[in-house]
């Protein structure tokens, strides 16, 4: 039997070189594969304890069980969630900081003012969360039961009654000016840095009526120090079967439902956002996660990042026709 002939000094160097161009080809799909290397961020934009982060640490503590990661929860208030879309749309782009955005972030407020951050170009979306119809609620000595009777209060005492918002462009701004549009309602805005003051104001009396979310406002109606006249939804919810739809109260064309969902930088590579995605709808399908955010008034709701970035662009232009119609300003 013939010795196997090894290659000459100047093919193995050849080879050599060529194992080394293959390695180094291959570094970045390795670091791909890897994800995530370290701990990851997600960046709520709002204070804790409030509704859009008890939902991001349901979510966050199965994702990092999911993907052998710590998932820590940061906050960044303020601007209407603008400081912490700003953040994350100038992090790098790698999968290791993300966004719990929601309908504020990504659709009413770019829709009412120009941002530094752009909802579209400068995002990923991975997918969507949940979501939680508007609930209509008013402070309980305000004396009415019903849709129809708090309308013609308003009307026979124009300046007797105020609104509560989280701030201009946000949810509960954009459902009231949609309430008074449709309805003739007669009620000055009072803007609030947050949803949590603009609640406690109404709970005081100090304003007299709000358009939180069912998840946010749910746990104050049934403590009594809020009434819930109607729902913003298309239909009812099995946590109020009592309370009626703004539709079937006689108010047509006033139908918010917030929606919750998680963005990663513009530009994130497609494998690290399908694994995000992988991760969250699997989150999702965990039968305690989805109690422990359903049972405080949102139903979960997951996507794949296509059908997110199409709720965008529709959620944009849906909110600048708004905008337009009310003549609403961030002033």
Known sequence: MNPRKLPSPSRRHTLAMALALATLAGAPLAAHAAFPERSITLVVPTAAGGGNDGMARVVAQKMSQLLGQSVIVENKAGANGAIAAEFVARATPDGHTLLFGYIGTHGMSP????????????FEPIGMVCYSPTLMVINPKVPAKTVAEFVALTKASPTSYNYASAGNGTAPHFSAEMFKLESGAQMAHVPYRGSAPAMNDTMANQTQVMFPSLFSASSHVKNGKLRALALAGPKRSSLMPDVPTLEEAGIKGVEITQWYALF?????????????????????????VARRIEEQGAVVDSSTPEALAQTVRQELAKWRGVVQKAQLTAD
């Open 111 to 122: 829709a009412l003012q120009k941002l530094r951050y752009d909802p579209v170009t400068q």
């Open 264 to 288: 990663a930088p513009g530009k994130t590579p497609k494998a690290v956002v399908d694994q995000l995605n992988k991760a969250l709808n699997t989150a999702l399908a965990d039968k305690d």
